[in-house]
């Protein structure tokens, strides 16, 4: 199990697109995905979960993965954080 | 005409006014549709029906997830609507919300621990994110709260259909404050009058499916529930938006005048599927519609449809479900009578089930994220690598359909090569002999929807009884271009030269071989386009009901020969330019 904190950045905050990139992202790996913030700790495979975090811009995470890919899966989502929920352009 | 003071004591006559959505005239008792507070039963269940409400929660995420999906057809099939943006965010919003696993698991949980019907366990999983939406600071998350409630209300609403569809009398006007897509879906299987909504929301698409499926419908009505109640008489024009409440008698003889008339004209444009299909010079197209749900199955009468040409089964694959969660005794009672009801509705003519073709995303337990899912696991080769679920559907169909009078053929997706081809013969020749059914009644057929396959019809040809072109995906593999990518969905273009020339190499194999060949893609329902096929040598057309009367009718403009020279010109042309000009010159013979 591995855990790495994170910003949201995007001035719009975890809404409804963000949400749906970063829960199928997620749902791409075998590995558990939650997310603790506030006290509450959701399932980051769950769009409902993620969105009723109502993460706004400059709220902190912290995400965790466990699994036989955590590592890999982790990197790939801080990733996503990283560049706002943009998609992909990994050609 | 004689005036009456009967109905003018309480009731004055009120003109509201809406913006037009769907044409046509017509007037009917008020129902009230609410949806403001959907009525939940209270009923405890025993515990030997926890598997069967369950199985309704299945089949409820199903049903709405196939609405969602018709409407994003429906939307890009439109010409005159711009899909915005927003909207069909939200709608892919909406779809990720049933496939969540934690809503799922919450609300089959509530059903096992508190013994609730389905759509009380719906209610209240909901209940729990709808609460945290509410306490969030951001204006944001609470503007998501419609989308969700919505969502919900679907879903509850799929559990209690058949409750919800006795309740509403047939031939009423149904008035309500907001409509979504699927409400429009579930009120024309009831045969409604006309649909009036006080409020707009995503209305766009629903006005979509409102005129394909001929159904009047004005919305942004101001005031509107506060003026009419259940029961009173109202009439919708949908070309102009007027809605007249508590008409005296003159007014309703003039929309007696005014439906009469709409109907004349509606009655000209279906005299015209009548007719068979035929160019100016007398040559015969087979013309037949595309189908995936069961309110369409009432359309391809309408049209005079010689058939189904695409029937599509994805609805009752297996969705996202969890393999210790199967609930349903008889997972495929609802493909049999799907299946059933369409060769009812079409008698002795042909039907074309086309097997599953569905991405790996929607496999129970598959979590893998594809880099380019269109290019990836899907149609026949997930089929090909579960021959249990390949034989099993084969086999259905061919059951099913062998009880009926009708000609079957079947149609396998995404096929790229002859490998596959020769897989799924043995498995069909396999079934067939297995249910004695007679080997030349029964045909099998592929999609050629992948440039490879086109390249070599030829050498596929002899192992199968029909090529059927699937444009839409011949199109984006060839081109390189995803229409739904706004970034480059300028390329997506089906009058690309390159896409005629495989068509043309498909047509080609076809008659060396003796096999037809049709086109069951969306270019078979533009008369222009359409009609170029036929002179690329194209006998079977498959589309949406609605189309064929003016596909008909452009057709029986143009003689053979010169759509024949037409079609040899774009498959040499150079560029979409070049295509472009042809069309034009067409356009002004």
Redesign the interface.
């Given at each position: 199990m591995i855990r790495k904190k994170v910003i949201v950045k995007n001035p719009?905050?975890i809404?409804?697109?963000p949400?749906?990139a970063l829960?199928?992202?997620a749902?791409?790996?075998?590995s558990d995905f939650y997310i603790y913030s506030h006290g509450y700790k959701i399932?980051g495979?769950?769009?409902?979960?993620v969105?009723?975090l109502?993460a706004?811009c400059g709220a902190e995470l912290e995400l965790e993965c466990s699994g036989e890919d955590e590592k890999i899966a982790l990197q790939r989502i801080v990733e996503l954080f990283e560049r706002n929920f943009t998609d992909?352009t990994?050609k | 005409m004689h005036k009456k003071n009967g109905n003018t004591d309480r009731s004055k006559t009120v003109i509201l006014n809406g913006t037009p959505s769907s044409p046509g005239i017509a007037y009917g008792p008020v129902f009230l549709y609410d949806k403001s507070e959907p009525v939940i039963s209270t009923s405890v269940i025993a515990s030997k029906d926890i598997r069967e409400e369950q199985a309704k929660i299945q089949s409820a995420i199903r049903v709405v997830d196939l609405e969602l999906r018709k409407v994003e057809q429906f939307t890009r099939e439109d010409p005159d609507e711009e899909t915005s943006a927003e909207t069909s965010?939200?709608l892919?919003?909406q779809r990720?919300?049933l496939?969540?696993?934690?809503?799922l698991s919450s609300i089959n949980q509530n059903i096992r621990q508190d013994l609730v019907t389905a759509d009380r366990a719906i209610f209240s999983a909901f209940r729990l994110?709808l609460d945290?939406?509410k306490n969030?600071?951001?204006s944001?998350?609470k503007d998501?709260i419609p989308?969700?409630k919505e969502i919900r209300d679907r879903l509850i609403q799929a559990v209690q259909q058949k409750k919800m569809l006795q309740k509403i009398p047939e031939q009423s006007v149904v008035v309500c404050r907001e409509l979504s897509p699927g409400d429009i879906i579930l009120f024309a299987r009831k045969k409604v009058k006309a649909l009036v909504s006080e409020r707009g929301g995503l209305t766009s698409h629903a006005s979509i499916i409102a005129k394909s499926m001929g159904i009047p419908f004005v919305f942004g009505v101001n005031k509107l529930m506060s003026t009419v109640s259940e029961g009173d008489t109202i009439i919708v024009d949908g070309s102009s938006g007027t809605i007249t409440v508590h008409p005296d008698d003159e007014l309703l003889e003039i929309a007696r005048l005014s439906i009469s008339a709409f109907e004349i004209l509606e009655q000209q444009r279906q005299s015209v599927s009548n007719e068979p299909c035929q160019t100016k010079c007398g040559r015969k197209i087979t013309v037949q519609a595309n189908v995936e749900l069961e309110t369409e199955l009432d359309r391809v009468k309408l049209y005079n449809a010689e058939g189904i040409g695409l029937l599509r089964t994805e609805a009752f694959f297996l969705y996202g479900q969890n393999e210790n969660e199967q609930t349903a005794d008889d997972p495929n009672r609802e493909q049999r009578s799907f299946l059933e009801k369409a060769a009812r509705t079409i008698g002795e003519q042909n039907i074309t089930v086309r097997l599953f073709d569905v991405g790996g995303d929607k496999l129970p337990g598959y979590?893998?994220?594809e880099?380019n899912p269109f290019l990836g696991w899907r149609g026949i080769r997930i089929l090909l690598s579960k021959p249990a679920l390949l034989y099993g559907q084969l086999e259905l169909i061919l059951k099913t359909l062998s009880k009926h009078p009708c000609k079957t053929s079947i149609m396998v997706p995404m096929i790229t090569g002859l490998e596959e081809v020769i897989q799924v013969r043995t498995m069909f020749d396999r079934a067939v002999k297995k249910l004695e059914i007679e080997p030349l009644s029964v045909k099998l057929g592929i999609m050629i929807e992948v440039p490879s396959a086109a390249l070599t019809a030829g050498y596929l040809a002899p192992y199968v009884d029909f090529f059927s072109i699937g444009t839409n995906d011949l199109t984006q593999y060839t081109l390189a271009a995803d229409r739904t990518n706004r970034m480059v969905h300028q390329l997506y273009n089906s009058m690309h030269p390159a896409v005629w020339q495989l068509i043309k190499k498909t047509v080609d194999a076809g008659n060396e071989h003796n096999i037809p060949v049709s086109v069951c893609g969306e270019m078979a329902s533009s008369p222009v386009a359409a009609s170029l096929l036929v002179g690329l040598g194209i006998t079977r057309l498959s589309m949406n009901a609605a189309s064929i009367p003016d596909v008909k009718q452009y057709m029986r403009g143009y003689k053979y020969d010169y759509l024949k020279t037409l079609a040899e010109e774009i498959v040499k042309a150079g560029s979409v330019k070049e295509v472009d000009e042809i069309c034009k010159r067409m356009n002004e013979q």
């Open positions: 719009e905050g809404h409804a697109r949400a749906s829960v199928k992202l749902s791409s790996f075998n399932n495979k769950s769009i409902l979960g969105l009723t109502a706004e992909t990994d | 965010e939200i892919a919003f990720e919300i496939k969540d696993p934690d809503l994110y945290r939406l969030s600071p951001s944001f998350f998501r989308d969700l979590a893998k994220e880099a």
